[in-house]
């Protein structure tokens, strides 16, 4: 029964913040699925255009998740050791990190668009929508950071609620600012495809602002108000970089071999390009699983590691691997079956569905895999090891695009693009698990 007792309490925890944690993402999600159904009516060089500039962004949101990983552990695993005082320190200098790198990184960008936009490869028309939207998001690339680092420090200690329904009003807001703005309803100017990312830009800062009024009243016992320097610390960035820096190193990998898929997809076509754009939206949406589980295990394994506790750090891994697994096997399976109906839900171009339809049904058949990657990277960050998943998930994650590059050239289809992770997946969770279990021996020793 005591077992019984403690293995409930251990599901229960890890239900308690891989739950929130999904459904945030999938909020986040669907903003940018919202953002893309709303666009889709203007034609497939705006959806072509947004899509390429998206990836931009999430290059560069990536790059600052060195500091929301970093603070995510250090507070769980400050936590964990019953040291608030240091987790709200740790809190308090990320989010002013954030807008001292955040500030001159978008004054860069805005000059840059343009030519980051370049390297895409795109017809002069989907080149030009892309580079007004990227121009509007770079503005205000604070905002959007802060949003995920105070989500992420939110997490670390404990409270994956609050994130979630902070980015579900923002979600309500962004519907209704997306839509106004994009076609000139209620009484707002009528901006085209740039509407959408005003109406991003402005509802994620609405959430950034509330987010760091809660951390300022603070939750389970980590605040950024009271007593404590406002002045930034190098210590402290360093202590963050330490071990967010890896993590934000393996994203910007990921990100950017995504991104590579985007010019080899572009040389298919742009009803290619657009029909990769409406995948990917749709496949991220299997993807909440194993981010929300990965999450969780990082945050639980950390805050076990800070207080000595290392079979529920063993534990919380094994309860996250194996729902991971189960939800996204079945989101993988809907999506087999349900492929075709899903794109047509964006555009019914006969070719653009099919196009889209066959690569939903080539990532779909990657997902307990994925699962499984996402749960054993993210345990291994709680302990406070990143660089050994920036290690295997970069280099494998190239892999998949060098395989893409030859696959098109073999067979110009986009299916076969994302066929390639049906590849280098298997490979990669292969990978990963000796690594945890190279770091669970190491216990037991």
Do not use: C
């Not at 990965?294 to 534990?315: C, E, F, H, S, Y």
């Not at 289809?413 to 690594?435: D, H, K, M, N, Q």
Request: charged residues 10%; without cysteine.
């Amino acid at each position: 029964m005591i077992v019984s007792r403690e293995q409930k309490g251990i599901r229960r925890r890890v239900f308690d913040l891989a739950v929130p944690v999904i459904g945030e993402n999938l909020l986040q999600t669907l903003m940018g699925v919202v953002d893309t159904l709303l666009v889709a009516g203007l034609g497939v060089a705006a959806l072509a255009g947004v899509g390429a500039s998206l990836q931009v962004v999430f290059v560069l949101l990536a790059a600052m998740s060195a500091l929301a990983v970093g603070a995510s552990v250090l507070v769980a695993q400050a936590v964990g050791a019953g040291n608030l005082g240091e987790a709200s320190r740790i809190a308090r200098q990320t989010l002013i990190w954030s807008v001292v790198i955040a500030v001159p990184l978008s004054l860069l960008g805005l000059p840059l668009s343009p030519v980051l936009m370049g390297f895409f490869g795109l017809e002069p028309e989907v080149a030009a929508i892309g580079t007004e939207y990227l121009m509007v998001t770079m503005g205000a690339i604070a905002t959007l950071t802060i949003m995920l680092l105070a989500s992420a420090v939110l997490r670390g200690a404990g409270d994956a609620q609050t994130p979630m329904r902070i980015t579900a009003m923002a979600n309500l807001v962004n519907l209704g600012l997306s839509w106004a703005l994009i076609y000139g309803h209620l009484g707002m100017p009528e901006l085209g495809a740039v509407g959408s990312a005003w109406g991003t830009v402005l509802s994620r800062g609405m959430g950034a602002i509330l987010l760091v009024l809660v951390l300022i009243r603070g939750r389970n016992g980590v605040k950024v108000g009271g007593a404590g320097s406002w002045r930034p610390e190098r210590t402290a960035l360093g202590s963050v970089l330490h071990i967010g820096l890896p993590a934000a190193l393996e994203e910007v990998l990921v990100i950017t071999a995504l991104a590579a898929l985007t010019p080899i997809v572009a040389m298919l076509g742009t009803v290619e390009l657009a029909a990769h754009r409406i995948a990917f939206n749709i496949l991220s949406l299997s993807f909440l699983p194993g981010l929300g589980f990965g999450l969780a295990a990082t945050a639980l394994v950390g805050q076990a590691v800070g207080a000595g506790q290392i079979d529920k750090a063993q534990a919380y891994t094994r309860v996250a691997l194996r729902w991971a697994v189960l939800w996204m096997s079945g989101l993988g399976l809907l999506f087999i079956f349900f492929a075709a109906p899903l794109i047509r839900l964006f555009n019914d171009d006969p070719t653009l569905v099919a196009s889209g339809s066959g690569a939903i049904i080539a990532v779909a058949l990657t997902q307990p895999l994925w699962a499984a990657t996402f749960v054993y990277a993210g345990a291994l960050r709680g302990t406070g090891d990143t660089r050994t998943p920036l290690i295997i998930t970069g280099i494998l994650n190239w892999l998949a695009v060098v395989i893409a590059l030859v696959g098109v050239w073999l067979v110009p289809a986009l299916w076969v693009v994302w066929a390639a992770f049906l590849i280098s997946g298997p490979i990669e969770t292969y990978f990963l698990w000796r690594a945890w279990r190279s770091v669970v021996r190491a216990w037991e020793a």
